[in-house]
């Protein structure tokens, strides 16, 4: 029997993910502080850190983790501000830009794209990441665009991490038609429910993805919920 890919989210949109060569990736870091994140990130040690955008809610334990032991797949930008505002090593870097892609273990490759959002430092983007058969799309905090269906030809993903949170990203009706223009087998939403201003109802977004985007099935975990693919 062949190894599962892995995946726990673990509130907003951070991620935690046991590739099927046994890897550890952590996407979007966001421990201390969240109140939908039950874990602590002294107690994480992953492989790897991937990077869809340079905001405080995305990157705010990507030193603890550093010191835990992780490399960094982000944009040269982000890797500057680090070093330069946080004292880390350009050497705890892997880097890559957008429409690039990094190749971290045999089977384990990661891609860059862009989404239409806003960082701090470097650029927003989204993440394809392909473990051997399975690929997941990771579309950070991005508005709708045309080109997620674009990717998605390219790409065929098994599974859309996506937000649904309204305000700072996609809101449910959008992020339903994305879904439908991606067409995944899967797809589970995130950045949503975390404080007041992005409350949303997930159902509700199961209920409008069966609408318009037949074919895809939806995951609706619960903090620090994992599942098998």
């Not at 955008?53 to 490399?71: C, E, F, I, R, Y």
């Not at 989204?126 to 997941?136: A, K, Q, V, Y």
């Not at 959008?174 to 992005?198: E, L, R, S, W």
């Not at 997930?202 to 074919?215: C, I, N």
Request: glycine share 10%; proline share 5%.
């Amino acid at each position: 029997m062949s190894k599962q890919l892995t995946t726990r989210w673990m509130g907003h949109s951070t991620w935690e993910l046991t590739t099927s060569g046994g890897k550890k990736i952590v996407i979007d870091p966001w421990y201390t502080g969240n109140p939908k994140n039950e874990g602590n990130s002294e107690d994480v040690s992953a492989d790897y850190v991937l990077l869809t955008h340079d905001h405080w809610d995305h990157v705010k334990d990507v030193p603890q983790l550093v010191k835990n032991g992780a490399k960094v797949v982000t944009q040269p930008e982000v890797d500057k501000r680090f070093v330069e505002e946080e004292g880390l090593s350009g050497d705890d870097f892997i880097r890559i830009n957008m429409g690039g892609t990094v190749t971290l273990e045999e089977d384990l490759h990661v891609t860059l794209f862009h989404a239409f959002h806003s960082a701090d430092s470097g650029a927003p983007g989204g993440l394809i990441i392909r473990d051997g058969d399975f690929t997941i799309m990771n579309t950070g905090d991005t508005a709708l665009h045309g080109d997620l269906q674009l990717y998605g030809q390219l790409y065929q993903p098994d599974l859309l991490m996506l937000p649904i949170g309204d305000r700072f990203t996609m809101g449910i009706r959008d992020a339903a038609q994305a879904v439908a223009m991606v067409k995944p087998k899967a797809c589970v939403p995130m950045h949503y429910n975390t404080f007041g201003a992005i409350e949303q109802d997930p159902a509700q977004f199961e209920r409008e993805v069966k609408e318009v985007a037949q074919g895809a099935s939806c995951w609706i975990p619960n903090p620090g919920e994992e599942k098998s693919w």
